[in-house]
């Protein structure tokens, strides 16, 4: 299978690569604005000129869509416009165009929104409407995904959407991260991992959300905006290991995430989760 990935040259562009020279059987090519040291085939490609992108997918029969701007660096609304939207639409026109199989695209739960409703309480799911939040960045990933309904519309492109939590390696403090794992915080690595399930797959045209996965129920919703402490030591007595550590756990967790869907259709399974994590510690 030729499989070309978008944004090589970043964290999870690199992971994903090795993760598909470990398991074998993959023809890749890559690419990226700026050259990479690499045995495998190469495009460099700015995906904001057509020109470029245009010859990226032919004789492709997969397509990892990876490559973004993230807000966890300044940039101007413009890079987002070029990267993130005009660049995936490129990248999508490219994929139909070749007739590849399907597209796999590195959405985020951004392109939801953030903020739960009565209708649809915490934790959240895909039946949650997606409303971006006051930032280009979740309106350009949702986007994203519309391209993918366009595409498959117009070219009957097939696509998956995959919306993770954050995952971007960051020096923080180890217990606040800890935490974060209850709301959008994950290691790239299972976002990884997340993308090979899919590639390997035969799911069409579904978005999946994919963090590191809570045990809470629509039964919690109102307590995770108001008494989140109680419903952390319902799931996780051994909790309190933080409170020992001189921190105290939270009275609001929002947003949160549930994964069935993803577990369902892909066997996605975090490797680090709130729970794992703490039982590391604990002991």
Request: charge should be negative; charged fraction near 20%.
């Amino acid at each position: 299978m030729k499989v070309l990935i978008t944004g090589a040259a970043g964290v999870l562009g690199h992971a994903i690569t090795e993760m598909l020279e470990a398991e074998g059987g993959y023809d890749l090519r890559l690419t990226d604005m700026a050259p990479i040291e690499t045995a495998h085939e190469f495009m460099a490609a700015d995906l904001a000129d057509y020109e470029q992108v245009e010859p990226l997918c032919q004789g492709v029969d997969q397509v990892l869509h990876i490559a973004a701007l993230h807000p966890w660096k300044q940039y101007t609304d413009e890079q987002y416009l070029d990267c993130n939207i005009k660049g995936t639409y490129n990248l999508m026109r490219s994929a139909a165009e070749a007739k590849v199989d399907r597209l796999i695209y590195t959405s985020s739960v951004a392109s939801m929104g953030y903020t739960p409703t009565a209708e649809h309480p915490l934790p959240l799911d895909e039946t949650k409407p997606c409303f971006p939040d006051d930032h280009i960045y979740s309106v350009s990933k949702h986007v994203g995904e519309q391209f993918c309904h366009l595409f498959h519309r117009t070219h009957r492109l097939d696509w998956v959407a995959l919306r993770p939590g954050c995952f971007i390696p960051a020096d923080e403090n180890e217990l606040w991260w800890g935490l974060a794992l209850l709301v959008m915080r994950m290691t790239f690595s299972d976002v990884a991992h997340a993308h090979l399930l899919a590639l390997q797959s035969d799911v069409r045209n579904e978005a999946l959300l994919i963090t590191a996965g809570v045990p809470f129920t629509r039964e919690d919703g109102p307590a995770l905006l108001s008494d989140a402490r109680s419903v952390i030591l319902k799931y996780f007595p051994e909790a309190t290991w933080f409170e020992e550590q001189g921190m105290e756990l939270p009275q609001v967790v929002s947003p949160t995430y549930r994964i069935d869907k993803a577990r369902e259709l892909i066997g996605y399974e975090p490797r680090v989760s709130f729970g794992s994590w703490l039982a590391e510690r604990v002991g």
